[in-house]
């Protein structure tokens, strides 16, 4: 079981990204899901989740400017990122926690990182 991210890239001042977090793998089921970014010098922090039942969670930071949402039937999330700023510049991290078939339990599976530039 893994997540795949993608999406990220370079773009100016007040523009938009949208963000993809894919499973894949032999899963039964994904509870909650969410996007972290770590900036260069600082820990890693929360940008958003959403829980199974679509319950959601942003950043003070990001209120207003993101959306997080999922597509259950495809495995998958999103954050549609609007009006960006310099300060979102980062590494963004999709997290799931996943319960591979034959398994009893559900892991937190971390994907790979996307990097996010906001620059001019």
């Known amino acids: 079981v893994q997540l795949q991210a993608c999406g990220g890239g370079l773009v100016q001042p007040g523009g938009s990204l949208r963000l993809s977090c894919a499973a894949s793998g032999s899963i039964f089921g994904i509870n909650g899901m969410g996007w972290y970014r770590q900036a260069p010098g600082k820990q890693r922090e929360l940008v958003a989740d959403i829980t199974r039942g679509g319950r959601i969670n942003y950043a003070e930071s990001v209120k207003g400017r993101f959306t997080i949402s999922r597509d259950s039937a495809k495995n998958t999330l999103y954050l549609q990122m609007n009006s960006l700023k310099p300060e979102d510049t980062a590494v963004y991290y999709c997290?799931?926690?996943?319960?591979?078939?034959?398994?009893?339990?559900?892991?937190?599976?971390w994907g790979q990182g996307t990097q996010v530039t906001v620059s001019s």
């Open positions: 997290n799931a926690a996943i319960r591979p078939d034959r398994s009893l339990y559900f892991e937190t599976i």
